[in-house]
């Protein structure tokens, strides 16, 4: 029942110019990619089960494209589709392959050249896989958390006339937790203080915030602050092994300091992220050790202590359970309401080309028009969903657990998943497989704003999700982890 597991990143840059997507003022498509963008692959083995853990540099996938990048990674390395998880970093600086509604960009509708590279995806996801499982040595698995304080803040600002807006929530929840599961050769490698010191295949890195350090004005293709983080943490913190950004419950947290005009603010969240997520894992040896005495002395009798790791370590279970559930929306609009105000919109639009205004103004008019079109379509297409499928997917590696949830989440919700854990240390990531769109808690809908209120519409929802959404996540997600453990007790 040994563990294997093997790690590798390739480069997922798209062609250029190409739009990039989360900024709907952006008004320009990136000629230059400031640092490539990447796909970073863990493959994970025990006899009968494979899991993949795939992290991209990427807005968001839809979950067609998600489902085709798994069936062609099962296909390549031989598991089941349904032991894959797919993470996007959610950068603002990347492309967002088959988004329903286009949130910015230079060019109106998708191009051929767009369009390629999502048909490129299923190959380069597949080959860092393939890359990966090439790998695989016999592996230990721990984990630990740290605290960062500082980098983030709550963005669910009240303001003095009673609305909110993104910008800076001081008094709301904000978890500072950088979560670190490392994986290391089972068999040790240079000596270090008496024990062999395992070399490094990957770690993992879970934090929840939104990628957007670097800001719209930036015309460039870049995976923000997780290029910096992954690059000081492979080479500095864990040299050798492969980083892995899981990006967290990020839905309602923005960088305390974003949207730079500059590079080099990312560079500084990056690293300091990167050490902490290496300080939380710095004094973790995933090898079972035994303290041993030695006899030693001179003019005196001295003991010395060394660890030792352990001879015929036991196994660490490598477990995968998953869970579709009905995501339930809030009440759908009238059609008559939607062909008013897409006549509304129409007329807002004319006027600012008329007046010659930009993409920067023009884009965040069309953002609703493109919606409106689609729901208006959809109507007639023989009615709009109530309700959407979601796919909430948890693995066991040793102790640890990864937990990955469809959609911008809250970090309310993702910080009780972990609170409620039966593993030692659990990511919660949000962004996993078909990204679908924002999930508040309860309690924040009488506030209105973008994430209840507005925030679907780039997701070609027809209405918010309800506020159950929450509990369904955060319950199914306990769920599977109670499944997961339920040996432990």
Avoid at 330 to 337: D, H, I, R, S, T
Wanted: glycine share 12%.
């Amino acid at each position: 029942m040994t563990m294997l597991a093997g790690a590798a990143a390739v480069d997922i840059t798209p062609p250029l110019p190409v739009d990039v997507l989360g900024f709907v003022r952006r008004a320009v498509a990136p000629r230059l990619a400031w640092e490539p963008l990447l796909a970073t692959a863990c493959v994970l083995r025990t006899p009968g089960t494979t899991v993949v853990i795939v992290a991209a540099d990427l807005a968001g996938l839809t979950t067609p494209i998600a489902d085709r990048i798994r069936e062609r990674i099962a296909e390549a390395i031989g598991c089941d589709p349904a032991n894959v998880l797919l993470n996007s970093s959610h950068s603002h600086s990347a492309p967002w392959p088959g988004a329903t509604i286009k949130l910015g960009g230079e060019f109106d509708g998708w191009t051929e050249r767009e369009r390629r590279y999502w048909e490129s995806l299923p190959d380069l996801y597949a080959s860092a896989a393939v890359q990966a499982a090439e790998r695989l040595v016999p592996a230990r698995v721990g984990g630990g958390v740290g605290r960062v304080a500082g980098l983030a803040v709550n963005r669910r600002e009240r303001t003095a006339d009673g609305r909110t807006i993104l910008g800076w929530n001081p008094d709301g929840f904000i978890d500072e937790s950088v979560v670190a599961i490392r994986i290391d050769e089972a068999g040790g490698g240079p000596a270090r203080g008496g024990a062999a010191s395992p070399g490094g295949i990957a770690t993992f890195v879970g934090f929840g915030c939104h990628p957007v350090v670097l800001g719209p004005e930036l015309p460039h293709v870049s995976p923000d602050f997780v290029g910096p983080l992954r690059r000081h943490l492979s080479s500095t913190g864990r040299p050798g092994a492969v980083t892995v950004f899981l990006q967290g419950a990020a839905g309602n947290v923005l960088p305390l300091e974003g949207f730079f005009d500059h590079h080099g603010p990312e560079v500084v969240f990056g690293e300091r992220l990167a050490l902490e997520a290496a300080h939380a894992i710095a004094d973790l040896d995933p090898r079972p050790t035994t303290i041993e005495g030695i006899e030693y002395g001179s003019v005196t009798p001295i003991s010395l202590y060394r660890r030792r790791p352990v001879e015929d370590p036991p196994a660490q279970p490598l477990r995968v359970a998953r869970r579709i559930v009905a995501l339930p929306l809030l009440e759908l609009p009238a059609v008559g309401a939607l062909e008013t105000e897409l006549a509304e919109r129409h007329a807002d639009l004319a006027a600012r080309r008329a007046r010659g205004e930009t993409r920067a103004t023009t884009n965040p008019v069309k953002y609703h028009v493109d919606w409106l079109e689609a729901m208006l379509a959809a109507e007639r297409a023989g009615g709009r969903p109530t309700e959407v499928p979601g796919e909430i997917w948890a693995a066991r590696l040793g102790d640890c657990a990864i937990v990955g949830a469809p959609g911008e989440i809250f970090g309310e919700i993702g910080a009780a998943v972990r609170a409620g854990s039966p593993a030692a240390v659990t990511i919660f990531a949000g962004y996993c497989q078909g990204v679908l769109g924002y999930v508040p808690t309860p309690e924040e809908y009488p506030y209105g704003g973008y994430e209840p209120a507005v925030s679907h519409r780039g997701y070609g929802l027809p209405a918010p999700f309800s506020p159950d959404v929450a509990g369904i996540i955060r319950e199914t997600s306990l769920s599977l982890l109670r499944e997961l453990f339920a040996d432990e007790g």
